[in-house]
């Protein structure tokens, strides 16, 4: 996590000062604790039944995140990813 902050704020630190008055998005995608659910879950934690997953009422799931990650790779070709 350490490694990380100060990647990040180096990254930051360098754009800042840059000369050029070029414009650039950044996105960050972040997860934190996801305990071992691996799968989607209601808004309590509990497992998603189908009827609230039609219902577009569940949560999370290692396979949103794939999916995100995936999307954001065809979309954005320079992006980095630090796991």
Do not use: P, W
Not at 23 to 44: E, P
Not at 50 to 55: I, L, S, V
């Amino acid at each position: 996590m350490k490694c990380f902050f100060f990647v990040a704020l180096f990254a930051i630190s360098h754009a800042a000062s840059s000369s050029s008055e070029e414009v650039f998005n950044i996105t960050v995608l972040h997860t934190n604790d996801i305990h071992s659910h691996f799968l989607q879950s209601d808004i309590r934690g509990a497992n998603c039944s189908e009827k609230k997953a039609k219902e577009g009422r569940c949560y999370g799931g290692v396979a949103r995140i794939v999916t995100k990650v995936k999307r954001n790779k065809k979309i954005y070709k320079t992006t980095r990813f630090f796991f």
